[in-house]
Each structure stands twice: as structure tokens, then as C-alpha cells.
């Protein structure tokens, strides 16, 4: 039993460039969600999605994209990164009320 | 929407004395509020939530405290061993179209001094 997998771990980018951060679980659980983590700041909510084909927005969703096609997976994309998009980016799923299960996050860089 | 402050941003403890962790919210719709630990180069991890309708609720050596009158929950924690440190994070949820949105505090990194 992974839980959630994040990939890839680190990642670094150009200005302009496009990229998809990668979200898999294996508990069947229906709701699923996207956080970025800045330095001295808590966790904000980007997107979440609560069962396939059904996603909404949080607190920061400019420049980021989802989907949900299935249950196990909810890829982030960024359609053209910047650099205000350097940050540490964690995926959630969800039991209950809140987030119980957190992947190991994707340290991502754009320069 | 929904603003959370948490104080102190660190806290420096001794092994084996209590450390209290304060967070207040603004929004008086808040009825959920989680609290996570995140040890360094990993995800937080859920650690003890309190309901609205729950003034207390403890764990073993952590307890959670709620005052929905004042807007404030406090995380205490008994007995810190050096494993307890940590960066804390506190939550404040709200209902939202059936789902529970959760604002974070900006976190507090409790060291524990062996």
C-alpha cells in the first residue's frame, strides 16, 4: 500500500515551459487535492476534485490545470510556468473532513 | 474568506516540558479544525482534529483545545521527547458545497532540546 505517490520529486524549468506534476493513490479514496507550500507560509489550496470527472478551484488556481479521469490519479499541470510557481507542491487524498494522506511533495524551480 | 493566525513561529522546548501551540480564525462558519506535523523533506501528516461541537480532545500525550467564543484552538503537547520536532501546522475549515475547504496557519517549528 503506497498511499500517494508524487513525481517526479524535484524538478526544474524555464520560464515559458509547460509540465505536469504526477498524482497516483491506491485507496480508492474519491476526494483528492493540490496544495503549494512557500517558505514561512501554510499550505493553499490550488485545486481539488471530489470523484472523477469533478474538480474546483481553491485559494491559488491561476496557471494551474487539473483533471480527474479516474480515481487514482489527479495530474497538476502548468500551462506556462513562472517564476512567482517555484514552490514546494503537495498532493492530498482525503478521508473523512480533511486531508489525511499527503505525498512526498514535488520541489519545483522555475527559473 | 477565512484568515488563520498562528503564533508562535517557534517555539524552543526542553525534553520533557509541554509546549502549547496557539492558532486563532476569523470566520465564525469554521467548524472543523485538523492540526498536521511535518518533519523535514516530507508531506504533514494528520496528527489530531477537533469538531466544532468539542471543546477538547486528547491523544496520548496531545490534546487539542477549542473556544469557538474567542476563535482560538490550541495544540498541547505533554512530555516532548526530541521526535516531536517538527514544523506544526493548525487548520480552520468550512463547509463548502459539501466538501470542507481548510485555510492553514503559517506553521510553528517546535524543537525539542534533548
Known amino acids: 500500500n503506497a498511499g500517494v505517490t508524487q513525481t517526479p520529486k524535484f524538478q526544474v524549468l524555464k520560464t515559458g515551459q509547460s509540465m505536469t506534476l504526477q498524482c497516483a493513490q491506491d485507496m480508492n479514496h474519491e476526494y483528492m487535492s493540490w496544495y503549494r507550500q512557500d517558505p514561512g507560509m501554510g499550505l493553499r489550496l490550488i485545486h481539488y476534485?471530489?470523484?472523477?470527472?469533478?474538480?474546483d478551484q481553491g485559494e491559488v488556481p491561476n496557471g494551474y490545470n487539473v483533471s480527474r479521469s479516474t480515481t487514482e490519479d489527479f495530474p497538476l499541470r502548468l500551462l506556462s510556468a513562472a517564476p512567482s510557481q517555484t514552490s514546494v507542491y503537495f498532493c492530498?487524498?482525503?478521508?473523512?473532513?480533511?486531508?489525511?494522506?499527503f505525498g512526498q511533495g514535488t520541489r519545483l524551480t522555475v527559473v | 474568506g477565512e484568515n488563520v493566525e498562528q503564533h508562535p513561529s517557534t517555539l524552543s522546548v526542553q525534553e520533557g516540558d509541554s509546549a502549547v501551540i496557539k492558532c486563532t480564525y476569523s470566520?465564525?462558519?469554521?467548524?472543523?479544525f485538523p492540526w498536521y506535523k511535518q518533519e523535514l523533506g516530507k508531506g504533514p501528516q494528520l496528527i489530531i482534529d477537533i469538531r466544532s461541537n468539542v471543546g477538547e480532545k486528547k491523544d496520548q500525550r496531545i490534546a487539542v483545545t477549542l473556544n469557538k467564543t474567542a476563535k482560538h484552538f490550541s495544540l498541547h503537547i505533554t512530555e516532548t521527547q526530541p521526535e516531536d520536532s517538527a514544523v506544526y501546522f493548525c487548520a480552520a475549515s468550512i463547509a463548502s458545497g459539501g466538501s470542507y475547504i481548510p485555510t492553514f496557519g503559517r506553521g510553528t517549528s517546535l524543537i525539542v532540546h534533548p
Open positions: 492530498a487524498a482525503r478521508t473523512g473532513r480533511t486531508e489525511a494522506f
Open positions: 470566520d465564525s462558519a469554521s467548524n472543523y
Open positions: 476534485s471530489v470523484g472523477a470527472g469533478i474538480t
